[in-house]
């Protein structure tokens, strides 16, 4: 399997509380890296993320990618987007500016702490 990242490396995951960031968290520490899993729990679960939270390499933060925020990492990935239909369809503005500000305000960040980004979106699935 392919290396997502170099080791060592403090790596953010919107989304992290998700199916897919939790996975994602979990294999990036076991690569080695720091992971801050950032997620305002609309459709990620704890119990997704509950194996990692002893983990010292580990960080929950509770925000939404709707506000900015200030951290300093190396790798930004992005996955902070409802993809069920059933969440997308209960309030889809929220999915709107989820998608929208939460990428402006993920590449903002990536910008000032000169990170690498991987952007990951559902919202062609409103359409």
């Known amino acids: 399997m392919t290396t997502l990242s170099n080791t060592n490396m403090r790596i953010l995951v919107t989304g992290g509380a998700g199916f897919l960031g939790s996975h994602l968290c979990e294999r990036l520490l076991a690569q080695g890296n720091e992971v ?23 960080e929950l933060v509770r925000h939404d990618v709707i506000e900015p925020i200030l951290l300093e990492v ?17 309030n889809p503005v929220k999915t709107v500016k989820t998608s929208v500000m939460g990428t402006i305000n993920m590449l903002g960040l990536a910008k000032r702490v000169r990170a690498r ?7 062609e699935s409103l359409w």
């Open 36 to 58: 801050i899993c950032l997620d305002n729990f609309f459709t990620g679960r704890r119990t997704n993320i509950s194996p990692l939270l002893d983990n010292r390499r580990f």
């Open 74 to 90: 190396d790798q930004i990935y992005n996955l902070a987007c409802p993809a069920s239909p059933v969440h997308y369809q209960y």
């Open 117 to 123: 980004i991987l952007q990951l979106s559902t919202l």
